[in-house]
Nanobody, 114 residues
């Protein structure tokens, strides 16, 4: 059974930082391309960051320079370091794994507010 479990979300003030984790099980993690996505209320889900099995990363302009995706294949975990958070970063953040099939986690809430 494939499981992706996100953690690390919460309430943070503007300008603050959070580190999200996504722990995978039931898949060969090292060959997966991994991604973080977010969905705010009333908006479509959008890409936040991706990292290939080879370690190549990609970010949209909205988070480039503020967010960093990384992976630890020994721990079957992908991370999202989020710095300089803004209220518009508020959303449910979900990770996915892709290698022929796509698997999704349940998501973790991130709220940026003073």
């Amino acid at each position: 059974q494939v499981q992706l479990v996100e953690s690390g979300g919460g309430l943070v003030q503007p300008g603050g930082s959070l580190r999200l984790s996504c722990a995978a099980s039931g898949i060969i993690f090292s060959i997966q391309d991994m991604g973080w996505y977010r969905q705010a209320p009333g908006k479509q889900r959008e890409l936040v960051a991706t990292i290939t099995s080879g370690g190549t990363t990609n970010y949209p302009d909205s988070v480039k320079g503020r967010f960093t995706i990384s992976r630890d294949n020994a721990k079957n975990t992908v991370y999202l370091q989020m710095n300089s958070l803004k209220p518009e970063d508020t959303a449910v953040y979900s990770c996915n794994a892709r290698h022929f099939k796509v698997y999704w986690g349940q998501g973790t809430q991130v709220t940026v507010s003073s």
